[in-house]
């Protein structure tokens, strides 16, 4: 099982930006989908966005409607690390992030979070004037 750790949050203004990085402190994470949750202040756990493993189908990448054009997820497989960058930040933005992965013979990847084995201790953002 990996241990999946996250970084990089922090607090911003409207309008800025953050990246938020997920490292595993002793595996690759080449092998599986990362895919990142958040959960907001009294609201339900909701998926974010998600990346197929690495070598799989160009990257395949998914997004909710309300962060499209806004964040981006990649993956830098030299440094076994998966980002999450999130530019226009608002403050309905603002939410625990969690990193979670899981494992599929699939090209591609969902953002379900029935479908994670292993999730980061998570990190906050908060957005705020």
Do not use: H
Not at 19 to 24: D, K, N, P, Q, V
Not at 64 to 81: C, E, L, N, W
């Amino acid at each position: 099982q990996l241990q999946l750790v996250e970084s990089g949050g922090g607090s911003v203004q409207p309008g800025g930006s953050l990246r938020l990085s997920c490292a595993a402190s002793r595996f690759t994470l080449d092998y599986y989908v990362i895919a990142w949750f958040r959960q907001a202040p009294g609201k339900e756990l909701e998926g974010v966005s998600c990346i197929s493993r690495s070598g799989s189908n160009a990257n395949y990448t998914k997004y909710i409607d309300s962060v499209k054009g806004r964040f981006t997820i990649s993956r830098d497989t030299a440094k076994s690390t998966v980002y999450l960058q999130m530019n226009s930040l608002k403050q309905e933005d603002t939410a625990v992030y969690y990193c979670a992965s899981y494992w599929t013979y699939l090209d591609d990847c969902r953002i379900n979070r029935a479908d994670v084995m292993s999730w980061g201790q998570g990190t906050q953002v908060t957005v705020s004037p």
